[in-house]
T-cell receptor, first 111, second 115 residues
Framework: KQEVTQIPAALSVPEGENLVLNCSFT??????LQWFRQDPGKGLTSLLL?????REQTSGRLNASLDKSSGRSTLYIAASQPGDSATYLC??????????FGKGTRLSVIA | DGGITQSPKYLFRKEGQNVTLSCEQN?????MYWYRQDPGQGLRLIYY???????QKGDIAEGYSVSREKKESFPLTVTSAQKNPTAFYLC??????????????FGEGSWLTVV
């Protein structure tokens, strides 16, 4: 059974710092991996989707990488801003079952 | 605007009561899902449906029931058999049935509290 782990559980950084969030998964036979953002008490917003054949995806200040063979993905946030404060969740997709989510990393960017 | 609408946003349930959470989408998506989120936790799958009149249990289906009579609607009933129902419930949908490889879209969630 697929399991997804995110480290660290919480992270606090000063504004302007570059940071990396980590996601690992136990079964490398995935179809794709997605990163989501969740603001407190809200639903999830998709940030980036990486297909299993891709190594990385970029959107603005966000860059997500995927190393399927080692079961790892990272989300890199450049020049962090207070508006980036949220919980970031990683989810993997095996194609024939719905998404399996990690517990998320709660990010605080301090002005 | 296209999207997923969940209602109510906040709901209080007395012990022994059944309650139903509504989820409606106008995205013309085939697949719909219900997830539960507890504080500081990730999302756990309750039920999902890939097509009208068909649905499958997720990892934590006990104490819950669903129906999919229309493509647009996927209501979730939290029954009295669910012993710890206080949580944040999220409904989602995605375009293709049979394969889950497309981006998934979420509603704004419903908070359920047992009083």
């Amino acid at each position: 059974k697929q399991e997804v782990t995110q480290i660290p559980a919480a992270l606090s950084v000063p504004e302007g710092e570059n940071l990396v969030l980590n996601c690992s998964f136990t079964d490398s036979a995935i179809y794709n991996l997605q990163w989501f953002r969740q603001d407190p008490g809200k639903g999830l917003t998709s940030l980036l989707l990486i297909q299993s054949s891709q190594r990385e995806q970029t959107s603005g200040r966000l860059n997500a990488s995927l190393d399927k063979s080692s079961g790892r993905s990272t989300l890199y946030i450049a020049a962090s801003q207070p508006g980036d404060s949220a919980t970031y969740l990683c989810a993997v997709n095996s194609g024939n079952t719905p998404l399996v989510f990690g517990k998320g990393t709660r990010l605080s960017v301090i002005a | 605007d296209g999207g997923i609408t969940q209602s109510p946003k906040y709901l209080f349930r007395k012990e022994g009561q059944n309650v139903t959470l509504s989820c409606e989408q106008n995205l013309n998506h085939d697949a719909m899902y219900w997830y539960r989120q507890d504080p500081g936790q990730g999302l756990r799958l309750i039920y999902y449906s890939q097509i009208v009149n068909d649905f499958q249990k997720g990892d934590i289906a006990e104490g819950y029931s669903v129906s999919r009579e229309k493509k647009e609607s996927f209501p979730l009933t939290v029954t009295s058999a669910q012993k710890n129902p206080t949580a944040f419930y999220l409904c989602a949908s995605s375009p293709n049935r049979g394969i889950f490889g497309n981006t998934i879209y979420f509603g704004e969630g419903s908070w359920l509290t047992v009083v």
